[in-house]
């Protein structure tokens, strides 16, 4: 029998390599909630159009919204010099208080960034203090936590797209850069915490790998969330109010004048068409996907059955309510319930081939 001074040194290295892996994971999950959240919040700041409200990025002093009425005026002046309010909001005749509605939103989504980035830096750099981080995932938090700033700096130069222009919106690429990068990192956040839930319970458990099929998935997927970024930031859910036809035709009536390049990445009627029926490759691929993770995993398949048929459905309704304020925020918001049910699912096609290769 080994005497316990032979086998102590051997404990603090397994420590180490081990970590706290299950803390790890709960941490992870609150911060992936979160950012869904603030993608719903998100959706709300466009479709109220009140991202252009704070024509100001003030890292510090933007966490306080303004605190007097000369304050509250001195910022309404700012908005009043935007495109968005001289050819769009101040022929509707916005008020003041009118503008303190929109203010609240972009103030409110802000600051929701703020916090999340508290929420994953604070946390990280105590479970690095403390050794707790688990062997070989030290860069993969650094990288979503450099995601997070990314996000900041990306937010700010979409809003500068709009301020100081004639521009009544800010760019739709812009804006999809920064809704596609919230959602890569929701898709690392699940991943990670899935990685480190399998490490909790099998110390020997390797990270799961990305499949190529898996990847397809993705990248049809991808397509589909950027079509509808670019729908969403052009304002081409108002292309047409009926379905499955749009203005009475099967296929819409398009200029390409300006061209092939411009009019796919700019025309809203051809966008909001193209949008609508990648959906149904988009599904074709999900129902691959989660028949392949079926047998090893059916809560992961059940999720992503259940999200993209709930998220098909609002997209059809948001049409048909000629864009419906909340039925479109639930569309946006069950489109982030989908990238973290396809992350999981990808997730689980990884182990399940990582299995079946030993």
Partial sequence: MASHAEISPSLPTNARHLGRPLALARWLWVVAMMVIVIVVVGGITRLT???????????????????SQEAWQAEFDLYRQTGEYRFESGPAGMDLEAFKFI???EWFHRNLGRLIGLAFALPMAWYWIKGAIPSGYKPRLFAMLSLIGMQGALGWYMVSSGVGTDLTDVSHFRLSAHLLTALFLLGGLVWTALDLQR???????RPAPL??????V?????????LGAWVAGLNAGHASYDWPLMNGRLIPEVDFSRGILWTLTHDPFLLHFLH????WIAVAALVWLSRRVRKTDRAASVAIHSAFGVMVLLGIATVITEVSLWIAVSHQFVGALLVASVAW????????ARANSV
């Fill in 345 to 352: 699912g990808m997730h689980s096609d990884g182990v399940a």
């Fill in 211 to 216: 499949t190529a099929p898996s990847l397809i």
């Fill in 218 to 226: 993705a990248t049809v997927l991808f397509i589909q969330l950027l």
């Fill in 199 to 205: 490490l909790a319970r099998d110390p020997s458990a």
């Fill in 49 to 67: 159009e009140s991202g252009l409200s704070i024509t100001q990025w003030d890292v510090v002093s933007g966490v306080l919204p303004p605190l």
């Fill in 276 to 279: 609508r029926w990648w959906a």
């Fill in 103 to 105: 203010y609240f939103w």
